[in-house]
């Protein structure tokens, strides 16, 4: 059976960029169709100065919104990183795999170190071997596919290139994985400035939906979103960022027969139903809001017996450490490390 992982790291409350890019269709597609691994990547939010109190708030808020959206424990695995040891592991082995130069070739860490250095801040170790980590996340349950956004396919093609490599060294470990990507909101971004993605750890701000949003403040959000010069509702994403990215977005919420579906409608299709920029900021927002609605309801249910999403991430983690542990421990005996027993 095909084998699939992936995650979301608590750097910040989770936004409609994760839902369209990535937990809708872990929620409607993969955890249906294969043996499915969902993790709150919570080692991945150290990478960056942060807060101990708000990282465990934000990583139970997002375990519940996996569960909220609809990850089903009876469908496949929910769990914390952190909780399962073989991620760290696994992570120096791949530290011993990768070079110097192919992690700082990372678009990610270039754009994060760049900022950092340009605001007088020192940069953590772990921002370089970050993607270290992830390939440790992804390799360590023999898994085949990665459903992603377009922000993290470079990190996957460096998965698969330690993989290979691992294998060619030192014999068959790793299934080599493959990032899988939406159709369409692969790339959601920011409703203020259309040329940046929308993403979590971004300061807040009006261009930002965040999954919790109440349905005024989407509204207002999405109204007011920046649009582009001229009149006509065309979708071109060089010359009209903001429009196009309201038209991916009403297509990712819109399924073809009015309800939300995985892929939703052709964006090219959409813009030929509008002939001014309002009608369909407005359809967009109410798209939005519908499609929010269940996953904010189920969450308010969820957050008020964190008891029971607790004892999920807990039988989560026992079920990955008993899939990760035995692939982990053949990669210590293929590098050469003595056995402990
Ligand atoms: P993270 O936490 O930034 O994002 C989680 C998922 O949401 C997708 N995403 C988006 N998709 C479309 N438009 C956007 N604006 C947008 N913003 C985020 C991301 O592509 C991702 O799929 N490094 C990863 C976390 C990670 C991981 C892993 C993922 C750690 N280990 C192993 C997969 C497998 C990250 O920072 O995602």
């Not at 971004?202 to 109440?214: K, M, R, S």
Request: with cysteine.
């Amino acid at each position: 059976m095909t084998r699939i992982f992936s995650g979301i790291k608590p750097t910040g409350h989770l936004t409609l960029g994760n839902y369209l890019g990535a937990l809708r269709r872990w929620v409607d597609v993969d955890q249906r169709r294969a043996d499915a691994l969902f993790s709150v990547v919570d080692l991945h939010a150290l990478t960056v100065e942060h807060d101990p109190a708000r990282v465990r708030r934000l990583s139970r808020q997002a375990a519940t919104l996996m569960l909220a959206a609809g990850l089903d424990p009876a469908l496949c695995t929910v769990f914390v990183q952190s909780h399962v040891d073989e991620h760290t592991r696994l992570s120096y082995l791949l530290e011993c795999t990768a070079t110097d130069g192919e992690l700082r070739r990372m678009i990610q860490y270039k754009e994060k170190s760049a900022r950092a250095r340009a605001a007088g801040e020192s940069l953590r170790f772990s921002l370089l071997s970050y993607p270290v980590l992830m390939a440790a996340d992804i390799l360590a349950y023999g898994t085949d596919e990665v459903p992603v956004g377009e922000d993290q396919t470079q990190h996957v093609e460096l998965t698969r290139d330690l993989a290979v490599r691992f294998n060619q060294r030192y014999g068959h470990t790793f299934a080599v994985p493959r990032a899988t990507r939406p159709a369409v909101a692969a790339r959601v971004m920011d409703l203020q400035d259309p040329t940046s993605k929308m993403g979590k750890s971004h300061e807040p701000g009006a261009g930002i939906v965040y999954l919790l949003d109440d349905a005024d403040v989407v509204r207002k959000k999405i109204m007011r979103a920046v649009t582009d010069s001229g009149r006509e509702v065309e979708y071109d994403r060089e010359t009209k960022p903001g429009i196009a990215n309201l038209l991916e977005i009403l297509a990712a919420c819109t399924g073809p027969s009015g309800q939300v579906g995985p892929d939703g409608l052709d964006p090219r299709e959409l813009a030929g139903g509008y002939d001014s920029y309002g009608a369909l900021k407005k359809d967009t927002a109410e798209a939005v809001i519908e499609t929010l609605r269940p996953l904010r309801e189920r969450h308010a249910v969820l957050a008020s017996d964190i008891g029971a999403v607790d004892q999920v991430l807990r039988d989560g983690a026992e079920r990955a450490r008993g899939l990760a542990r035995p692939v982990v421990d053949a990669a210590y005996r293929a590098v050469g490390l003595l056995p402990a027993a």
